[in-house]
């Protein structure tokens, strides 16, 4: 199993950035594909970003292609999420998850997920 903590999110001004950080507990985590998911107040949670166990591969949301980036540190058991020119739309909870298939982590359905860390951008 994985288990995962993030971190980095804060307050920020529209057209700034932040660099959110998902540790890794386990022995595992180098084989796991990890993605990033968001939820704002009243939605559902959305597809962010994904990355594959190698850092080769990597996919985004429509309305973050562009502006974020998703890579990790395998030694350093880490998952990143780069933000740059962050908007008020922006302004979620953001969650690092992990799942050892890649269909699985395609469709939305990683085993392993962390608490989540608050991002909120102002007008």
């Known amino acids: 199993q994985v288990q995962l903590m993030e971190s980095g999110g804060g307050l920020v001004p529209s057209g700034g950035s932040l660099r959110l950080s998902c540790v890794a507990s386990?022995?595992?985590?180098?084989?796991?594909?990890v993605g990033w998911f968001r939820q704002a107040p009243g939605k559902e949670r959305e597809f962010v970003a994904l990355?594959?166990?190698?850092?080769?591969?990597?996919k985004y949301a429509d309305d973050v292609q562009g502006r974020f980036t998703i890579f990790r540190n395998n030694a350093k058991l880490t998952a990143y999420l780069q933000m740059y020119n962050l908007k008020p739309e922006d302004t979620a909870i953001y969650y690092c998850?992990?799942?050892?298939?890649?269909?699985?982590?395609?469709?939305?359905?990683?085993?392993?997920w962390g608490q989540g860390t608050q991002v909120t951008v102002s007008t």
């Open positions: 990355i594959n166990w190698s850092g080769d591969n990597a």
């Open positions: 386990g022995s595992d985590f180098t084989s796991s594909n």
């Open positions: 998850a992990a799942d050892f298939n890649w269909g699985r982590a395609v469709a939305g359905l990683l085993d392993f």
